[in-house]
């Protein structure tokens, strides 16, 4: 645990940092993942541009249904940096580091794709982890206002979780601690970018 709240006083500093550098916002992007949308779970995120280079984003997910019988239940908040090739533009190449945390309930899945253990159980707890990745973003149009982002991040995930049966909805296991390697963001993101130009 000491090597995460390493990594989020890294990441909180580098977002401070970036929008102390200037006193101006260049940017101001909202955003959606077409990749979260898709599998039903809403996402909402902002950027802003707050120095040459440099970019603070916020991004949430949210699902609290269940599809089918299957849950895929889970709110998550995800800060992130971002350095952008480009002197003053958010296209292009760019390179993130990210923390998330949230909470999640998911299980009950039919068709054993994602295997027995989530056939049988139902996981509920909390999740955490930080990544570093790369991205790039093409604008769209004449007045270049939409972008299309994607992005991949690869980091340290943790989760604190309870496993109940999916059967009968009784406790199996408290308390129990998985930590990987693991992609922390996956998106294909919609944007639309407003000009402040203060």
């Not at 945390?101 to 509920?124: E, P, Y």
């Not at 007045?143 to 049966?165: C, M, P, Q, Y």
Request: net charge neutral.
């Amino acid at each position: 645990m000491g090597i995460f709240r390493k990594i989020v006083t890294i990441v909180a500093i580098a977002m401070c940092s970036a929008a102390n550098a200037q006193t101006w916002v260049d940017e101001v992007d909202i955003k959606t993942n077409a990749l979260y949308d898709a599998s039903l779970s809403l996402s909402l995120g902002g950027e802003l541009q707050t120095a040459p280079h440099w970019s603070v984003e916020l991004t949430g997910s949210y699902n609290g249904w269940d599809v089918g019988g299957n849950k895929w239940r889970h709110w998550i908040l995800q800060p992130e940096v971002r350095y952008w090739t480009e002197y003053d533009e958010m296209d292009g190449h760019f390179f993130a580091l990210n923390v998330l945390f949230g909470q999640v309930n998911v299980g009950c899945f039919h068709g054993g794709l994602l295997g027995d253990a989530l056939k049988n159980s139902r996981f509920q707890g909390w999740a955490m982890g930080a990544g570093i990745g790369y991205g790039y973003a093409w604008r769209l149009g004449r007045d270049r206002r939409w972008k299309i982002e994607a992005e991949a991040t690869l980091g340290i995930a943790h989760f604190k979780l309870d496993r109940f049966s999916a059967h009968t909805g009784h406790i199996i296991q408290r308390d129990r601690t998985v930590t990987s390697i693991a992609p922390t963001k996956i998106a294909v993101n919609i944007c639309y970018a407003f000009n402040t130009g203060f």
